[in-house]
């Protein structure tokens, strides 16, 4: 019975991707379909009715349309123009600078927003015509601003963070949020590497020197921006308030700093900014809420200890259970959107790296760092379709100048993944 539940599920939700249905209701209908292999029609929708509606039913996941929230406040505050002045004050006289402005860019924008698609749009949207001007070609451009805009994903507040939490039954939010830092860097620092590279074979120009003052000065200007990111981590990490007390801490803030500080966003924008808001987390719940009605499909039908047992049965050296784990989920990550992929993939992987000696957050920051991979690639990579709808170009146009900078990507997955230090001696330092 489990192998033909295993095949209904996954022929069902190949099946269904393939026809262009949309993944949430490919999740919730092959989960559907799975149950009726051994359960009565009536108690099989009640029951993935009940479980769809108990996974929503966490106060943790309150976070993620507060986040979502400020995220769109500061896409409209005038804090994007800021964050690449300062970048550019502190790395544009570097050869390939507008390479390096656009990836330092993303990271402290993605950081504040914990949006990798609202990096990609606000700070490409700036910064793509920029380096057109410059010289630099637009499908590196491009390239740079998809890639980079992921670096958001890891460095807190990141919202797919306080998912992998939820999937994995209770890891610290807190520890996973200061995990992300080294990790976040180091993979901006690798596509920095590439980009320079690049730049510098194909002779891209070097910005003007920068003088102390205005460096001084951009900084002042970004400082407001910068202090939230103080706010919230510090706040958690200091035990005032929780991760979901911090999401609506953030909230307040960036209305104070968007409407108030900087006031680019007047009170006749907020009806368009809260339906954009909840828009995107409707999305988000409803892809939630289907991939934890299938989560328990497959612990009902032992599928995630049936998968442990096969990949045990290969190996049981840490080091190849972990190659074989990276290549499943680059493999899914191309497919699947990363919320659901982290929704269902957790429970199956997670009990497998533990039984080695993986600690849980370290996994998280594997997996979530894995999967930006697939943010980036066709068919399902929404930073891509983003990136390029922003650069004006076709995805057949940038895939060549993407392929060093996933080398890049891949390279910092590896590194992370055999370094376990690199992610977990924050979260140590501060007792998390």
């Known amino acids: ?73 500061m896409n409209r505050g005038g804090i994007a123009s800021r964050l690449i002045d300062l970048a550019k004050s502190l790395v544009g006289t570097l050869p390939g600078g507008l390479a390096y402005v656009n990836i330092v860019a993303c990271m402290l924008f993605g950081a504040i927003s914990g949006s990798a698609v609202a990096a990609a749009s606000a700070i490409g949207g700036i910064m793509n015509p920029r380096m057109v001007k410059e010289g630099y070609s637009r499908p590196f451009s491009a390239a740079v601003n998809i890639t980079s805009a992921t670096t958001g994903m890891i460095i807190p507040p990141s919202n797919i963070l306080i998912v992998y939490s939820l999937a994995s039954g209770g890891v610290s939010i807190a520890a996973l949020f200061v995990a992300g830092y080294i990790p976040g860097l180091l993979l901006g620092l690798a596509l920095m590497i590439v980009a320079g590279v690049i730049a510098y074979k194909k002779k891209y120009p070097v910005g003007d020197r920068t003088s102390l003052k205005e460096v001084l000065i951009k900084f002042l200007d970004a400082v407001p921006s910068l202090l939230l990111l103080i706010v919230v981590i510090g706040g958690i990490i200091a035990g005032i308030f929780t991760a979901t007390e911090a999401s609506a801490v953030a909230v307040l803030y960036t209305i104070i700093l968007s409407m108030v500080v900087y006031r680019q966003v007047r009170v006749s924008d907020l009806p368009d900014i809260l339906i954009q808001t909840v828009i995107t987390t409707s999305i988000v719940m409803l892809l939630i809420g289907t991939s934890m009605g299938m989560s328990w499909v497959m612990s009902y039908a032992n599928i995630p200890q049936a998968f442990s047992d096969v990949l045990l049965g290969i190996s049981d050296n840490k080091i190849v259970v972990l190659i074989i784990i990276n290549l499943i989920l680059l493999f899914v990550g191309i497919f699947m959107d990363m919320t659901p992929a982290v929704l269902i993939f957790t429970p199956i992987f997670l009990p497998v790296v533990t039984a080695l000696g993986v600690d849980p957050v370290h996994f998280g920051i594997i997996m979530v760092l894995n999967l930006c991979i697939g943010l980036c690639t066709p068919p399902v990579g929404a930073v891509l379709f983003v990136g390029c709808g922003v650069a004006d170009i076709s995805i057949s146009k940038v895939i060549k100048p993407l392929v060093p900078l996933f080398l890049a990507m891949i390279a910092a997955l590896l590194l992370i993944t055999y370094v376990p230090e690199l992610s977990l001696w924050l979260p140590r330092v501060f007792g998390l």
């Open 1 to 73: 019975m489990e192998i033909i539940e295993i095949l209904v599920l996954v022929i069902s939700f190949v099946v269904l991707l393939s026809l262009g249905v949309p993944i949430a209701f490919s999740i919730g209908i092959s989960a559907l379909l799975t149950m009726l292999v051994s359960i009565a029609p009536e108690p099989a929708f009640t029951t993935l009715a009940q479980r769809m509606a108990t996974g929503l039913d966490s106060f943790g996941l309150l976070a993620i349309p507060f986040f979502i929230l400020a995220g769109q406040m």
